[in-house]
């Protein structure tokens, strides 16, 4: 994998991927397996990224009811990295004449993080929902998330010790939307520019903003 793909995967761990005004999404991806049979973070993400991708009004609505609240960042001790690292994202989302939001959630009877995120520009819009689980210490296959999917990854990265990641692109049944996995373990240098070490799970969408 050249540079600017890897640089492409790492990206996605600090994204600038929101959600405000955006058009209404396509259903979301049929998925092979059932996510209740695969890692408890899979199943998290399942309930609460993919059912409403792309709205973020429903998606919010979702979280509150499933008992998600916005995180203080004290929850865990790697939480507020990772939120400052969501808050450079913005700056130089901005900084390049785009719009950025985020927001992080917690939930008192689970150990993972969900993150929505918006980044604006040039009537475009990327919309994100990941989830983290910052106390990971080993990486989900690849080989068992493309089974769940159904489909091999478009991009990998594997560097031992630093960074384990891979991309699926759902055109043309989804088109203009990705899933990303990325791992990074304890130790790993990457953690200065994702603000965490653990594991995440993305689901993304470009959209077009609708007019004012």
Known sequence: ??????????????????????????????????????????ATFTSVCVPASGDIEA??????????????GEEATELPGLMAALDVAGLDVQGQGGTYEDETYAHPGQPYFVTLSVVSREG????????????????????????????????????????????????????????????????????ADTGFTGEMLSLSRFMQTPAE
Do not use: K
């Open 124 to 191: 475009m819009s990327l919309l994100s929902c990941q989830v983290y689980d910052l106390d990971a210490t080993e990486a989900i296959s690849q080989e068992l998330l493309s089974d769940w999917l159904g489909a091999d990854p478009n991009g990998e990265l594997d560097q031992p010790g630093l960074v384990t990641a891979q991309i699926w692109d759902f055109a043309p049944e989804f088109p203009m939307q990705s899933l990303s996995h990325m791992f990074i373990p304890v130790g790993s240098r990457q953690n």
């Open 59 to 72: 998606t919010r609505a979702l979280l509150g009811d499933a008992g998600w609240v916005t995180a203080t």
């Open 1 to 42: 994998m050249g540079v600017a793909t890897s640089r492409r995967i790492v990206r996605i761990a600090v994204p600038a991927l929101g959600c405000v005004g955006l058009v209404a999404a396509a259903s979301p991806p049929a998925l092979a397996q059932d996510a209740a049979a695969l890692p408890p973070l899979v």
